[in-house]
Structures are given as C-alpha cells and as structure tokens.
C-alpha cells in the first residue's frame, strides 16, 4: 500500500497542537476558557426528564467526556489525576491535561474517519507525518527527529494496542520543547496521543506522563 499524506482526521487537532507548542503550555481556544460544565470534574450534566415509573432511566453519567457504550473506539483518560489538570473540550473530542506547575501537556483526541481513509490507500503513519509537518509549519520551529519508544495503551477489553510513533524536538529561540506524538487507527477511529514539555524538563517529568498515559484505556476496542 502508498504511503500517502493523509490529513482529514488530524487537521484540527494539528493547528490545536501548534497552538500548545506556540505558547508553551496551555490550548489556543478561539473563545475562552471552557465553561465549567465542559470541563472534567466539574459540574455533572443536565438532569434527564423523568421517565415512566415501570422503567426507570438509567443514570447520566457525570463525565460528559465518557464514551458511549457501543461507539466507536474513544479514549477513557483518568477524569482526575493528583497533580494534573484534565479538562474536556466536546468540540474537538479532545482531553487536555496539564502538568500543575511545569510546561507539560499530555493530549488525547479521537475522530472518525479512518476507514475511507483506507480505502483510499492511506496509512496511521501517514497522518503522524502530517501531524509533524503541519505543527513545524505552524510554529516554525525546525525538528529533531529521535528514536521513538511506541506508546502501548491496554483497551477495556483487556488487549493493548501499539501505536505509530514519532518523538522529536522542536528548536526555537526562546525555548526548546520535546514531542513525542502517536496515531493508532483502530474500526472507524483515528486515536491520536501526544506528549510535550519543555526540553528542559522532559527528562524530569517523564515518570508523571508516564504514570497519566498507563491509567488511560481505550474504550470499545
């Protein structure tokens, strides 16, 4: 199969992530923060109508950043994590969770999609390249590329998936930051993973992404 340049799926979560990269920590919103309705471990959501007594509805979950039983493949980050902040942005299907007083971000988006991609003669690695290229575009800044350690993620159902992988610094002027990104398509998903921080603390603050990243899974896979 080519090796084409495939860019549906990861188009908004590139010019997201170059945003990240840009300001050093932190996603480019084009209106405010999140309400706190939206945002992970915040208020639950609006209550369901009251349903005939003989068949009572079932609870609504207070994670309005849970995945649907039965969907596609999403993600199931923590929706708290000592240390971190974990908000949810239902726009882009994207869970951000900084790292409390360093520069570091962990990401996880998901979308659909993949299966015409296919179709089309397109591969996961085809999107990270895109990722890649779209981000140093973007900022500007000229990457590194290094040998990359592939991110494992264990779904619900107990298998663990390997995702595409890339790892690279970013150069620029005022502060270099460190990037390791991961695609994984899986049925109709394009599951996409990142991590950064600045270079200087990359190597510091490997063991709290690390942790962050290994109590995510993978819902309906």
């Given at each position: 199969?080519?090796?084409?340049?495939?860019?549906?799926?990861?188009?908004?979560?590139?010019?997201?992530?170059?945003?990240?990269?840009?300001?050093?920590?932190?996603?480019?919103?084009?209106?405010?923060?999140?309400?706190?309705?939206?945002?992970?471990?915040?208020?639950?959501?609006?209550?369901?109508?009251?349903?005939?007594?003989?068949?009572?509805?079932q609870?609504?979950?207070?994670?309005?950043?849970?995945?649907?039983?039965?969907?596609?493949?999403?993600?199931?980050?923590?929706?708290?994590?000592?240390?971190?902040?974990?908000?949810?942005?239902?726009?882009?299907?994207?869970?951000?969770?900084?790292?409390?007083?360093?520069?570091?971000?962990?990401?996880?988006?998901?979308?659909?999609?993949?299966?015409?991609?296919?179709?089309?003669?397109?591969?996961?690695?085809?999107?990270?390249?895109?990722?890649?290229?779209?981000?140093?575009?973007?900022?500007?800044?000229?990457?590194?590329?290094?040998?990359?350690?592939?991110?494992?993620?264990?779904?619900?159902?107990?298998?663990?998936?390997?995702?595409?992988?890339?790892?690279?610094?970013?150069?620029n002027?005022?502060e270099?930051?460190?990037?390791?990104?991961?695609?994984?398509?899986?049925?109709?998903?394009?599951?996409?993973?990142?991590?950064?921080?600045?270079?200087?603390?990359?190597d510091?603050?490997?063991?709290?992404?690390?942790?962050?990243?290994?109590?995510?899974?993978?819902?309906?896979?």
């Open positions: 199969m080519t090796n084409k340049r495939y860019t549906a799926p990861v188009t908004l979560f590139a010019t997201l992530t170059a945003g990240m990269l840009l300001t050093g920590c932190g996603l480019v919103r084009d209106a405010g923060q999140l309400a706190p309705e939206t945002a992970r471990g915040g208020e639950a959501v609006e209550e369901p109508t009251e349903g005939p007594t003989e068949t009572p509805e609870p609504v979950s207070e994670d309005p950043g849970a995945p649907a039983p039965g969907g596609d493949p999403d993600w199931v980050p923590p929706s708290f994590a000592t240390g971190w902040t974990i908000e949810y942005d239902p726009e882009l299907n994207t869970h951000h969770a900084s790292l409390d007083g360093t520069g570091c971000d962990v990401l996880f988006h998901q979308t659909t999609g993949v299966e015409q991609a296919r179709e089309d003669g397109y591969e996961p690695v085809g999107a990270l390249n895109y990722l890649i290229d779209d981000i140093t575009e973007r900022t500007g800044n000229a990457p590194v590329e290094q040998p990359a350690t592939p991110y494992r993620i264990m779904a619900d159902s107990g298998e663990t998936f390997e995702f595409e992988t890339k790892h690279a610094t970013f150069d002027s005022e270099n930051r460190t990037f390791r990104a991961g695609v994984l398509w899986l049925d109709d998903s394009e599951l996409v993973l990142t991590s950064s921080c600045s270079t200087d603390e990359w510091d603050q490997q063991f709290d992404m690390t942790m962050l990243i290994g109590a995510t899974s993978i819902s309906n896979a």
